[in-house]
């Protein structure tokens, strides 16, 4: 079993950065892919991010492709996503997940396909 706990959300201004971190528990986090999700006021929770076990693939939904960068350290159970030039519709609660599955495109932006969730932390971007 995986635990996910992340961090690094807060209050920033549109055009600002934000890392976030999600640390995991267990000794097994190198067999996991990792995904970022986000779920903003009213809507349903969307895909933003993943990367591989080996951190050699990584994915992007196209509203972030350019401006979030995803990576992982494996020796530190963690996995980082580096938010810049945030725009207020990039609030949202973000979650990370994970998945023992390998990361098709079929599969990789479905809530379905992962087998743990962090708690959340909160976004807020303002104009």
């Known amino acids: 079993q995986v635990q996910l706990v992340e961090s690094g959300g807060g209050l920033v201004q549109a055009g600002g950065s934000l890392r976030l971190s999600c640390a995991a528990s267990g000794r097994t986090f190198s067999s996991y892919s990792m995904g970022w999700f986000r779920q903003a006021p009213g809507k349903e929770r969307e895909f933003v991010s993943a990367i591989s076990w080996s951190g050699g693939n990584t994915y992007y939904v196209d509203s972030v492709e350019g401006r979030f960068t995803i990576s992982r350290d494996n020796a530190k159970n963690t996995v980082y996503l580096q938010m810049n030039s945030l725009k207020p519709e990039d609030t949202a609660v973000y979650y990370c997940?994970?998945?023992?599955?390998?990361?098709?495109?079929?599969?990789?932006?479905?809530?379905?396909?992962?087998?743990?969730w962090g708690q959340g932390t909160q976004v807020t971007v303002s104009s």
């Open positions: 997940a994970a998945t023992r599955q390998s990361l098709y495109s079929s599969s990789r932006s479905r809530i379905r396909s992962y087998d743990y």
